[in-house]
């Protein structure tokens, strides 16, 4: 038996975005903070987190290309960088 895909839904989104947001901290804690034998092993342990990173930010930013709503103050911190600071904060993003 298949398994069924999640509704892609702004649940969904949300999730993702708290996720994104989980593996930038992951990504500054891990230069900030880690300590590895050689750089090697940082640029290794960096390049594995940024490859799951990139994949839930390409499926977040299709699904808000496609018309899923999402609220400015669930973006991940990295996103909120992207946004136009003079746009109103806590719009509902809808296409219509």
């Known amino acids: 038996m298949a398994k ?3 509704p892609r839904d702004k649940y969904f989104l949300r999730s993702l975005h ?3 947001d989980f ?8 230069g900030k903070y880690e300590v590895f034998a050689t750089p090697e092993d940082k640029k290794v342990a960096e390049s594995k ?4 990173r990139a994949a839930l ?4 930013r299709q699904l808000a290309a ?5 609220n400015d103050a669930e973006l991940p ?3 909120r960088a992207d946004l136009d ?4 904060e806590g719009t509902a993003h809808l296409s219509s």
């Not at 987190?49 to 799951?52: G, M, Y």
């Open 4 to 6: 069924a895909e999640p």
């Open 18 to 20: 708290q996720e994104i």
């Open 23 to 30: 593996y930038d901290r992951k990504l500054d804690y891990l």
């Open 49 to 52: 987190l940024q490859t799951k």
């Open 57 to 60: 930010e390409k499926t977040a």
């Open 66 to 70: 496609s018309g899923v709503e999402f």
């Open 77 to 79: 911190r990295s996103f």
């Open 85 to 88: 600071p003079a746009a109103e």
